[in-house]
């Protein structure tokens, strides 16, 4: 695996399967009684967040205490950026404290390549979301999940069917689902209005849909998405009641699905926009077995980016601590 974690194009699929193996084997340790492994006890991980966050980084400091690292949560608000530090700056200081690992989110696309790339900074960075670019590790945690619901797919997603539906042209999440979900080899549908698409969607090696009823019984999983308000600055909808109607997984959507496919959604959730609270809420909703995979998948993340120690021999040890 390489040092940073940027973008799903950064792990070939073997490395990928890799890590969702290895959040497997982390979870038979997270069921038991001992919940704390000692593989980087001594090492500083910081969360970097220049762009509000509760899942995510909650997320990153759980699963980084799980494995015994110390945690800096660094919020842009009230910190010197808000007076105008620059990323050089900040990561310089960061440099200074003896960072072994950076988690990033930051409103610019591409600001996670910049901090990994500067040399301002020798720790691993690891991309908790950059502008409307990227979000690897929702896309992992997310695989993950759809993999517990499916078991039989194991390192293979041939013939499951995923619709990915709304704001894509906003969504970090959307891109780096169809990177991964697309390298495990499912067929991928992207559903939203043209105005919510990217220009070049065609070269993503996708389908595209603008009728939401016509591929709901067709479909294994269906990952709704946040409409994105505070990115957009223009009207591309008519109204909220209109967009609901036509792209809401509303009552009567959720039961044309498969008995056994799934609903997801990476959170925050605008209830009753682009989901119903019924179907958030139903049993065919997935929405809080992804946080609490969200953990185990970044613990793998940063297993593998700074344990160095192969997982057998950590979950066989009685090093485990408390």
């Not at 992207?190 to 591929?215: A, C, M, Q, R």
Request: glycine share 6%; no cysteine.
């Amino acid at each position: 695996m390489n040092r940073h974690l940027l973008s799903i194009g950064d792990l070939d699929r073997s490395e990928a399967i890799s890590i969702l193996d290895t959040a497997f084997e982390l979870s038979k340790i997270s069921d038991g009684a001992m919940k704390k492994l000692p593989t980087l006890r001594g090492r500083t991980v910081v969360n970097l967040f220049f762009e509000d966050s509760t899942r995510t980084r909650i997320s990153f400091e759980s699963a980084a205490k799980r494995l015994s690292a110390d945690v800096i949560n660094f919020s842009a608000k009230g910190s010197s950026v808000s007076k105008g530090e620059s990323l050089k700056d900040t990561a310089q200081t960061l440099q200074a404290m003896g960072a072994d690992a950076v988690i990033i989110r930051h409103s610019a696309s591409g600001a996670a390549a910049r901090l990994a790339d500067s040399g301002w900074i020798s720790a691993s960075v690891i991309n908790a979301g950059d502008g409307t670019h990227e979000h690897p590790t929702q896309a992992l945690l997310d695989a993950y999940t759809i993999r517990s619901k499916f078991p039989e797919l194991k390192s293979d997603f041939s013939g499951l069917k995923v619709a990915i539906v709304g704001d894509i042209l906003h969504s970090r999440v959307a891109r780096s689902n169809v990177l991964l979900l697309k390298k495990l080899g499912a067929e991928v549908t992207l559903v939203s209005l043209p105005t919510l698409l990217p220009v070049g969607v065609e070269s993503w090696g996708v389908k595209v849909s603008y009728n939401f009823d016509s591929i709901l019984k067709n479909v294994d999983v269906v990952m709704m998405l946040r409409i994105q308000s505070e990115r957009m600055n223009e009207a591309f909808f008519p109204t909220a009641r209109e967009y609901s109607r036509g792209f809401g997984l509303d009552q009567d959507r959720l039961e044309s699905l498969k008995s056994k496919a799934i609903v997801m959604h990476p959170g925050p959730m605008n209830r009753g926009l682009e989901i119903s609270a019924a179907s958030a809420d139903s049993l065919q909703s997935v929405v809080l077995a992804q946080v609490s995979n969200g953990v185990l998948v970044r613990m793998a993340v940063l297993y593998q980016l700074l344990g160095g120690t192969p997982l057998n021999v950590v979950s066989n040890s009685k090093e485990v601590v408390n």
